[in-house]
């Protein structure tokens, strides 16, 4: 059956969207707001994170515990995130609790009070939560390689900002910050599973229709075009594994090659039946965990590789991976994988739509960056043309090794660092 989207826009440019799931009873909803960690200037670096923590802290008419037990007490949950190009504040519900749904979520988004007691508590939260990121090698790693893929550019700072932002940063800010933020043109609602669309725009007109919309959609600073540069990042660290990253710029969110890139990172890492996984661990035991996804961005992209790996075997480790991506330039899939890499990118994508809450993701994320929802119709048909000489040719253009950026945590020091850097620039 064929999923149809729908979608509405109030008359101050708050946007609406909906998909009906049937068979469901609950519902998601989910309150996107245009702008994250790459609106940000580097004074400000964390901000767009600080709001998201403060906006469940208490409103003009709710504290912080009345907020909770609003969902939690229908038994419902709820929960936020905030990404490199929007933040969204989600909730999951019985369909029949639709109401208070958009109530609670739109008193945060609209009306949080940002109080300086709240905002002095959340900042040493927060402050804790940067500390835990750096005490864990195999997620610390990605900051420093996002260092390298993009330097001196708002995605290549860290989401939750550093310890100096965060302290410095004052109530003004987040209010003003807000403001120039949170208003109708960057609002999208977006919801699924059981739910009338007609129903979703009421109640989100009876909250946001009498908000101020006029003032223009925000911008962030564009990824500029750079010269391949190989570039490395070591950080010494006692750990008993060595955990690296390794980036490669690639396409932007809706490049028209988009699908060949997605079955390419199937192949190279995306599962336990990919190249990577089955030669660096099961095949060689240089890992325990080891793969590859996709960033994608408005303009710009990366395919990032990531392991943790025997830290004597590190450069061995690096040369193995290397000679995968060399095979992928040079050979044509066999047919039998290449079928394989297709069943698992669409059979993962039509799981995960079955679930309302990563059904609205789809949709938000879509609507919020692209200004459309795709639907999974569109990327079955995409995905089925794609041939095995388009997804060399994406091989072919990305893994070059004059654009590689290495990041490695652990105790390698002088030579074993000369030995992996000599492995990636032969």
């Known amino acids: 059956m064929k999923t149809v989207y729908r979608r509405h826009r109030l008359p101050n440019d708050v946007t609406i969207a909906s998909v009906q799931l049937p068979g469901m009873k609950s519902v998601s909803l989910g309150i996107w707001v245009k702008v994250g960690g790459r609106y940000e200037k580097k004074k400000l670096a964390g901000i767009s994170h600080f709001l998201e923590h403060l906006l469940f802290k208490g409103t003009e008419k709710r504290s912080c515990t009345d907020l909770k037990q609003a969902i939690e007490g229908i038994g419902g949950s709820f ?36 109080s300086k007691e709240e905002i002095e508590k959340e900042r040493m939260v927060i402050l804790e939560e940067i500390k835990m990121e750096e005490d864990i090698p195999m ?24 310890p100096k932002t965060i302290r410095s940063m004052r109530r003004e800010d987040l209010l003003a910050y807000r403001d120039a933020y949170y208003h109708p043109k960057n609002i999208f609602v977006v919801a699924g599973g059981a739910i009338g669309h007609g129903d979703l725009v009421r109640e989100v007109r009876k909250h946001f229709a009498k908000v101020s919309g006029n003032r223009p959609t925000s911008s962030f600073q564009r990824v500029k075009p ?65 793969g590859s996804h996709l960033r994608r961005y408005h303009d710009a992209g990366a ?24 095979k992928l330039k040079k050979e044509l899939i066999d047919l039998e994988e290449f079928h394989r890499a297709k069943e698992y990118y669409t059979g993962q994508l039509l799981l995960a739509l079955e ?9 938000g994320e879509s609507l919020v960056s692209l200004n459309r929802m795709t639907t999974p119709q569109e990327v079955l048909q995409r ?35 000369k030995k992996v850097k000599e492995v990636i620039q032969r």
């Open 226 to 290: 750079r010269s391949p540069r190989l570039a490395t990042h070591f950080a010494f660290k006692e750990t008993a594994q060595s955990h690296l990253a390794m980036g490669l710029p690639a396409l932007r969110r809706n490049h028209p090659h988009q699908h060949a890139l997605g079955l390419l990172n199937v192949v190279l890492g995306a599962n336990m039946s990919s190249r990577l996984f089955q030669e660096v661990r099961e095949n060689r035991g240089l890992a325990y965990e080891i």
């Open 383 to 417: 995905v089925s043309k794609t041939t095995v000489e388009e997804v060399r040719n994406m091989a072919r253009a990305i893994f070059q090794n004059r654009s590689l950026k290495l990041a490695l945590i652990g105790p390698q020091k002088g030579r074993d660092r």
């Open 355 to 363: 679930d309302t809450t990563d059904h609205m993701l789809w949709m």
């Open 79 to 114: 929960n936020a995130f905030t990404g490199e190009e929007f933040t969204c504040y989600l909730v999951k519900v019985v369909g029949k609790h639709l109401s208070v749904a958009v109530d609670i979520l739109s008193d945060m988004v609209l009306h949080a009070t940002l």
């Open 139 to 162: 997620h610390y790693v990605h900051e420093l390689l996002n260092r390298l893929l993009w330097p001196n550019h708002p995605l290549g700072m860290e989401l939750a900002g550093t």
């Open 303 to 326: 395919l990032v590789i990531d392991a943790g790996v025997d830290s004597k075997k590190a450069d061995q480790s690096v040369k193995v991976i290397l000679g995968e991506l060399e």
